[in-house]
Structures are given as C-alpha cells and as structure tokens.
C-alpha cells in the first residue's frame, strides 16, 4: 500500500468517526456543570480514573440558587479516558464506539445509565457520565458484603451484561 493509500484511508476512517462522534452532541455536558468534591486515590482502570462529582443544572446560576430552583445536582461517576496525549485518533475512536454502544442500550438491570459525555480532545480531556453507585465497583462490593447466593447470581448477570456490551462493536 503506497503512502497516499495509507494517507487516504486515514483520512477517510477519521471522517467516520467524526460524523459518528457527531451524531452524539446531544449527550454533550459542559464541563462547568460538572463539580468534583475533594477526593482521595481515585480508583484506576485499564482506560480510565473513576472519579465522584456533581452535575449541576446551571452553569449561569450560583450552586445555592440553582438548588432552589431546580433541586440538588445529581451525584455522578466521571470516567476520565487516559492515553490522551499519547493516541489522540485512537482514544477518540475507542471513546466514540464506547459512547455509542453505551448510549444506544436504553435500560438494563445490570449497566449503569449513559448521561453524558464532556471532551476537548485538544486538551487531552476526555469524560463519560454515569449515576454514581455509592456501593462501588463489583470488587469493593464482593470485599465488603458476605454474599449469599441470590447476590452471587445477580454478579454473575451483570457479568453478563457486561459481556454483552464489550461484544458489541
């Protein structure tokens, strides 16, 4: 394959992720909405930090008026994508494909709800927003409870679940 043919290709899968990741601008949050309290060693995945915040519903208002207006800010767990400033191409088109697959499953016991997104890939920023699960990940979970085996079956759904959401491409 010559350089132009490479070059081209590139191009062209590039305009592919663009549009999709277009076609996501309404999942959009500004990141001024977006608060992070004080927090400790957040946890780490593979992808990502794993972050508490809340997300207010005004950026205009001040926090105590808008909490008048339209209730509390929502508590929420911001995933902040690492290897930004390594592979911009390839984490948005990884960042892209999650948030479709993400976006497109409407409601399902065992994955959290898609709410959002905030990203400025020339800032090596890149959020998704979901409701923040105050008993953490399922490892912290199995750590501090004694199952028995109605839980243990219900871990063993949302494992499928998630099965179900990485086999989607």
């Not at 592979?87 to 959002?116: C, D, Q, Y």
């Not at 109605?150 to 998630?162: D, G, M, N």
């Amino acid at each position: 394959m010559s350089t132009t043919e490479v070059a081209e290709k590139r191009a062209a899968s590039d305009q592919a992720v663009n549009e999709e990741y277009e076609k996501l601008e309404r999942f959009q949050v500004n990141h001024r909405k977006i608060v992070f309290p004080e927090h400790k060693d957040p946890p780490e995945g593979s992808f990502g930090v794993v972050l508490h915040a809340e997300l207010h519903q005004s950026v205009y208002l001040p926090a105590w008026l808008a909490s008048r207006w339209y209730g509390p800010p929502q508590l929420v767990a911001v995933k902040q994508i690492k290897g930004l400033r390594y592979n911009v191409r390839r984490v948005k088109r990884a960042f892209t494909r999650e948030m479709l697959v993400w976006s497109s499953i409407e409601a399902h016991p065992g994955i959290a709800k898609f709410l959002g997104f905030y990203a400025d890939f020339k800032c090596s920023e890149a959020w998704l927003l979901s409701p923040w699960e105050p008993n953490g990940n399922v490892s912290e979970f199995i750590k501090a409870n004694n199952l028995e085996v109605p839980e243990k079956l219900s871990l063993v759904r949302c494992a499928r679940s998630i099965m179900i959401v990485t086999s989607v491409r």
